[in-house]
């Protein structure tokens, strides 16, 4: 990985770890992260590992599972190292990069009514913290309008 790479990757990393609140953002982070690593298809792709075998089929089949495998572990060892600790004990039984991201999205993808009225309560009662700059409150207020269009809330002309 160039050191530009490696840059971009440690500003990601920045980010705040997956809370159980933060999912949506999150999400794409580590898909930004993965892609720049050269290891994003490990969501997508699962191969087993093969029985014994002599043939240059087998070989080639070999060396594709070994390049997955290590693909993998760098995947998962990203999604664990991005999550509070105690989301990380509770999805590191998983074994493939694709198990977990699929278990993480059953968890905190979509929109519930639960999730939507806490963000709706969140916007509702944000007010201006007063050691935050106008810059700090509007970034706030960006992100909690994104977060609402994000689960296709429409916002009325009064909010």
């Given at each position: 990985m160039t050191s530009a790479?490696?840059?971009?990757?440690a500003e990601l990393n920045k980010g705040e770890k997956?809370?159980?609140?933060?999912?949506?953002?999150w999400h794409r982070k580590i898909q930004y992260i993965l892609?720049?690593?050269?290891?994003?298809?490990a969501l997508n792709n699962t191969l087993t590992e093969l029985?014994?075998?002599n043939t240059a089929q087998h070989r080639r089949d070999l060396e594709a599972y070994q390049?997955?495998?290590k693909k993998n572990s760098n995947a998962r060892i990203t999604l664990l190292s991005n999550m509070q600790d105690?989301?990380?004990?509770?999805?590191?039984?998983?074994?493939?990069?694709q198990e977990m991201w699929l278990a993480l999205k059953d968890k905190f993808g979509g929109t519930?009514?639960?999730?939507?009225?806490?963000?709706?309560?969140?916007?509702?009662?944000y007010r201006k913290c007063p050691n935050h700059t106008m810059r700090q409150h509007l970034k706030e207020m960006s992100n909690m309008v994104r977060e609402l269009q994000s689960v296709e809330h429409v916002l009325t002309d009064e909010q």
């Open positions: 790479s490696k840059n971009i990757v997956l809370n159980g609140d933060n999912y949506d953002i892609e720049e690593q050269e290891i994003l298809k029985e014994q075998g390049a997955w495998k105690h989301f990380m004990c509770e999805y590191e039984k998983y074994e493939t990069t519930s009514t639960t999730k939507l009225r806490r963000i709706m309560i969140k916007f509702d009662s």
